[in-house]
Every structure is written in structure tokens, then in C-alpha cells.
């Protein structure tokens, strides 16, 4: 017996959708018009991060929900654009703190924790290339990919530092700074490394986001590696 057949009409929903009839949006699409809705930087410019986070906390949407990240052990921790944009200022002027300018290269190993999506926000505001890494990888294939995307800064957590990085820190002489996410933003004590969130209560929460074109480089993402060494 067949299951039935469930028809949804664009009025049955409570949010309308963005796209009520693709094929005339398709025809009608233009990248001139996308353009036209981003908001660009003050004085001139683009930035992914600028326009995902700070045009809206610069805006009505300033205290509407931006991130929401559910608590393993219960509850949950919300940002609004407002603070999504205080720490991501706060985190770009860490790296500019380190000496990480426009064209560095911040990779970011973590779970789905704030810390994740504010490194990867702010390295994007600082001009930076970003990185993330895949939580569940082992030592050698973290080490793999920081080697060969040279990368000058890592973001991670404490438990992951331990297991998976203290041992090959040795082996990425490119490497020149760890910063360490403790639990529940709790400060960390680790040599050779960086409390993050020491850190972040030094660093101001004004930052000239870094303008960029078409051209830079914003994300450096990975093959699987299952048949070779990972390509970027």
C-alpha cells in the first residue's frame, strides 16, 4: 500500500518562503541585484563577516536571536547580532594582537560551540583565511591539513588540544600560536598555548573590519584524504 501523498501550498506555511516560484526567480536573477543587498563596509569595501553579522546588529535586527547553541547537559547559550559583533571584534583584535594580518591562515578545531562560529566570524572579519576542521579527525590528519595549509594560528578546546594536538605540535613549525577555548569559558593553564578567553576580555570591542574582494581568499576547505593525501 502506498503512503499518501502530502501537498504543501506556499499559504499553508507560518514563514513565507524565500523562493514562492523558483523558475521565475531563476529567471529573473541577476548578480547585480544580489549586490545591490549587501550593505559593504563603511567608506567602501566588502567583508562575509560585516554583512552576515554586523549590518544587522547595526540595524533593527540588533537584538534578534543570531546563534543559539543547545547545552549537552541541558539549556541553551543565545547571542544576538549585538554580541555576535562585540566578539567578533573582540576575537579579530586577538589575532591582530598576535601579529596575524590580512592573509594569515587560522585553522579552528571544535565541537559546535560558540567559540567555533566567533573564531571563524572574526578571523573572516581580520582579512584571514579560515580553516575549520573536522572535530572527529585524528592527530595525523589534523596535522596533514595545518601543514599543508600552513597555518599560523589554531583555535581549539582543551580536551581536543590534549588528545588530538599537544603531541604534533612539534612537527608544524608554521605554527606560531594555540589558542585554547576552556569548558563553558572557563580560563585554561596549558603550556606553550593561549588562554582564549583571557584573551578576548583584553581585546577591545572595536575593530575596522578588514575590506576584501572577489579575489582573496576567505575559506580553505579539504578532500576527505581517503584516497591520497587531502587536497585544498
Request: charged share 25%; with cysteine; net charge positive.
Amino acid at each position: 500500500m502506498r503512503p499518501p501523498v502530502i501537498r504543501k501550498q506556499a499559504s499553508d506555511f507560518r514563514v513565507p518562503p524565500n523562493l514562492r516560484d523558483a523558475d521565475a526567480d531563476r529567471i529573473r536573477f541577476s548578480w547585480d541585484s544580489v549586490r545591490r543587498e549587501l550593505g559593504g563596509l563603511p567608506g567602501g569595501g566588502l567583508n562575509i563577516a560585516y554583512e552576515a553579522v554586523d549590518r544587522h546588529a547595526e540595524g533593527a535586527l540588533a537584538q534578534r536571536t543570531a546563534l543559539r547553541c543547545l547545552r549537552a547537559g541541558g539549556g541553551e547559550h543565545t547571542l544576538s547580532y549585538a554580541d555576535l559583533k562585540r566578539l567578533t571584534n573582540r576575537f579579530a583584535n586577538v589575532l591582530r594582537g598576535l601579529g596575524i594580518a590580512k592573509g594569515g591562515r587560522l585553522f579552528v578545531l571544535a565541537g559546535r560551540i560558540p567559540e567555533l562560529y566567533v573564531g571563524v566570524l572574526g578571523g573572516l572579519k581580520a582579512g584571514v583565511t579560515v580553516s575549520p576542521l573536522f572535530s572527529a579527525f585524528g592527530p595525523e590528519p589534523i596535522r596533514t591539513r595545518i601543514d599543508l595549509g600552513q597555518g599560523n594560528v589554531l583555535l581549539t578546546t582543551e580536551p581536543l588540544y590534549r588528545r588530538k594536538v599537544e603531541k604534533i605540535r612539534d612537527s608544524l613549525p608554521a605554527l606560531r600560536h594555540v589558542l585554547v577555548a576552556g569548558r563553558a569559558g572557563e580560563t585554561t593553564d596549558i603550556a606553550g598555548t593561549l588562554d582564549l578567553r583571557t584573551l578576548m576580555e583584553r581585546s577591545s570591542e572595536q575593530f575596522a573590519v578588514e575590506p576584501t574582494a572577489a579575489e582573496d581568499t576567505a575559506l580553505l576547505h579539504f578532500t576527505s584524504g581517503t584516497t591520497g593525501t587531502p587536497k585544498g
